[in-house]
């Protein structure tokens, strides 16, 4: 039987997988500092068909439904279009340069996106113990996304759960458990390895996507990771853990004692990053086909000095 997940669940956590202190005081990457030189080289390796899937969402995707406050789906403006330039409306003051031009306005975590590691708070602190007051309205002074523009890079693994079980879509509430990890890998014939990038796909955009219905799936229920696989991440020393939900923990959450409690302590405790609103669906497919669960995988976020997270169009090359 699993165990009750309470504040006190929490607290132990936290205390026992901390990574505080593991790579230095003043730490702000960290467990991607588990990707050694060598791995990227050998994630290098594994390209072999030349193939390129993008694993990030649509911007037009309506996937902010108003349940999670204070976010907004991407709007894109245009601020110069084809039917200005042919009504000569751009021919003065320089004439002949004719063009299109558009801006966009979005939250940084709005669709596909990095956490950073000061998105995350328990208590008054943050991963490594830096407080949490660092963070003010000019963005974080520690542990800002910009830290890790040059990090995410190496190995991915995608482990399909959905598939696994043998259905499209995993149930809301669906919670994975460590088995269920272990399974599936041990299924698809792919080792989890130290500095690897975690990719499990629960179906569940892609019932929204089919469905052409997004209510609920941001801050609502969903299947998604069990707090024990806290365990499983610090464990495997993996370098990031990503999903195609909105939140990549089980919803509702196995307790009411914290929201998000998984997010309480593998952020601000184990320092893992994390990536949520993946487009896995063709990634999927092509594995499904080839049997290789394994390729090599580069998502840099924007660098956005202070920023609390950043959108992204990870790529996954096999």
Known sequence: M??????????????????????????????????????????????????VFSLGLSL????????????????????ATGTDAAAGNQDEPFPYLR????????????STQWDALCHIFNGDKMYNGFDAKLVDARGAKKLGIENVRDKMVGRGVLLD??????????????????????????AQGVQIRKGDFVIVRTGHQE???????????????????????????????????????????????????????WHWVVIPAIGV?????????EIAEDCAQDKVYEFFFVAPPLHLPGGAGSPINPQAIK
Request: net charge negative; with cysteine; glycine share 10%.
């Open 273 to 281: 990053s994390m990536g949520e609103i993946f487009y896995l669906k």
């Open 207 to 261: 019932r929204c996507l089919a469905q052409k219905d997004w209510t609920g799936y941001a801050g609502g229920d969903a299947p998604g990771f069990a707090f024990e696989t806290a365990y499983w991440i610090r464990q495997h020393d993996i370098a990031a853990i990503c999903s195609d939900t909105w939140g990549c923990e089980v919803r509702p959450n196995e307790t009411r004692d914290a929201n998000q409690p």
């Open 60 to 79: 037009k995707e309506p996937i902010q439904s108003g349940l999670f406050g204070g976010r907004w789906n991407p709007i894109h403006t245009m601020l």
């Open 161 to 186: 759960m959905a598939r696994w079980k043998g259905v499209a879509s995993l149930e809301d509430g669906y919670a994975i458990t460590n088995d269920d990890m272990d399974g599936c890998a041990k």
């Open 99 to 110: 063009y299109a031009d558009d801006a966009i306005n979005m939250p940084c975590q709005a």
């Open 2 to 51: 699993p165990k009750p997940v309470n504040r006190e669940a929490i607290d132990r956590a936290a205390k026992e997988l901390s990574n505080w202190g593991r790579w230095g005081a003043d730490d702000q990457i960290g467990t991607l500092n588990n990707i050694e030189p060598s791995d990227i080289v050998a994630a290098a390796g594994l390209i072999r068909k030349g193939k």
